[in-house]
């Protein structure tokens, strides 16, 4: 613990020396604003910017404490069982937040954006979702450790990374060198975080070159068809997938910086590279847990690997059947029936054979299973909602209609509206869905007195099933005209779910077993003392 400790003062001290001088929040500036300047215009705009960036901002400064934990292990030169449950539990938490919060961030641009998504792979996104795949390798790569011995070295790495790129996400979003739609903030605090993360990287590369041999392996992984051996494989995909964002997030700033040619990575670059790594990911999630600990025979591994392929075939010919025809959409239904089918059989097994008790012992286990399930309900769900949109554009005048999909959407009349703080243009329309009325949108452009251009709101009916987006692209208040941008959607819902779900899990798996001890003392007559106790301990 002196070591862990000493880590934390020495980031706390770089973070008050920041506080006391470079982004000294009481300095005084001149000619204020008698009611101060307001946040940003787009801030403004929707709830969940009161909730999503406290989320986020838990979610990297947590990672400050499986940090220390992963440096005092490499400085101690040991890693033992009782140091790996503080060192995941505390991963485990700011995992939580930082999961909740990209489901957050995603939502709030669907909902305030107007471009009908939410994933744009933005630089200040990518920030996010860089420490958010090296946790997750991270704790799966703990399981790996705690229950085969195995890992030590690469468990301490990934933990180290993470907190490096939370520094690295904190210099892209405060520094101001890179153009994102979601940094709201110009300082000058860039080259002081820029020099911590030069040292915070120094320190950690020296220490792994001087330490990792002394966290010795006490146990191996027997057999690449096994659940360590898929372990091993997730973790590598993991890796894989973060240098290829972290790749495509920064060249253009190097590029840049090197020949003074501005360079941007696009969509087309993420999609090719991600979509294949995030399918072979989904497919692991079910062969995974599937497979047996240790070396187990060809019959074992197709008995536990085989079934669950039925469940994959079939999920994927409903999605054929209701109109999917993305090669890629397709292989992710079957990888994420199969994934389904084994995740279901994993977590309620156990239930089945031994009752409620299995949930109050196994809370762990279950918990991780209850975020696989979410983990796959999104991944199906980002697949489905990006490849099977529709979309289109139509100008109305008063009382016009247009259809698509199964929705019609008749336009009532256009409204200026004055607020304290904004000038709206509201424009309202009224849904029906195969002949039924369902709903009336008011999709709205807002002006304000610091924004030269006015900023669209949309407005989105949600259903299970799917989305219809309206978002404006112009209205003429007089001559009751608009210009509106139509987007059906399914299965956006599932997404915000699933994500919340998969923060429900975590918060499962880390509630502590309880433990209770019983000493049950026999007469002295017969002379004998018996002592029982019995601890519950969980195993992943």
Known sequence: MPFAIGTWLACAAFFSFLIAGPANPFLTIANPPPDGPGPNPLLQNHLLMIIHPPMLYLGYVGMTIPFGFACAALLRGRLGHSFLRPLRASL??????????????GWWAYEVLGWGGYWA?????????????????ALHSAIVLERRGVLKGWTVTLVQ?????????????????????????????GPTILAFLAAALLFSVVLLALRIDSLESDGRIESAASREGMFLVNNLLFLILTFTVLIGTVFPLVAEAINGKQM???????????????????????????????????????????????????????????GVRNGWTIVTL??????????????????????TSALRRGRRRFGSYVVHAGAVVVLIA???SSTTRTSREVRFSRGDSASIGAYTVTFLGAEDR????????????AVTKNGRAVTTLAPRMNQYATMREPIGTPDVHSTLAGDLYLSILNVDVAQQRVALHLIVTPMV????????????????????????????????????????????????
Do not use: C
């Open 334 to 355: 079957l990888f994420g029936g199969y994934a389904a089918h084994v995740t279901l059989k994993e977590m309620w097994l156990p239930v089945a054979r031994s009752g």
């Open 161 to 189: 990374a993470t907190f490096l790129l939370t520094i690295l996400g904190t210099f892209m979003t405060r520094s101001g060198v890179f153009n994102s739609v979601h940094s709201f903030t110009q300082s000058s605090i």
């Open 92 to 105: 485990l938490l700011p995992w939580i937040f930082l999961t909740v919060a990209i489901m957050l961030g």
């Open 264 to 322: 941007s990575v696009g969509r087309p670059y993420f999609d090719a590279m991600v979509v294949p790594i995030g399918t072979a990911l989904l497919f692991l999630i079910g062969v995974g847990p599937a497979l047996p600990w240790g070396r187990g025979t060809r019959e074992e591994i197709l008995r536990a690997t085989l079934p669950p392929l039925a469940t994959g075939v079939v999920v994927a010919a409903i999605g054929y059947a209701v």
């Open 418 to 429: 004055a607020e304290p703080h904004r000038q709206s243009t509201i424009a309202r329309f």
């Open 121 to 137: 792979w933005d630089p200040v996104e990518n920030a996010s979702l860089l420490p958010w795949l090296t946790a997750t390798a």
């Open 382 to 384: 980002i697949a489905v």
């Open 493 to 540: 819902m599932w997404i915000w779910i699933a994500a919340l779900v998969m923060g429900l899990g975590g918060l499962l798996a880390l509630i502590p077993v309880r433990r209770t001890s019983v000493i049950l003392t026999q007469s002295a007559a017969k002379g004998k003392d018996l002592e029982m106790a019995d601890s519950f301990g969980m195993t992943s």
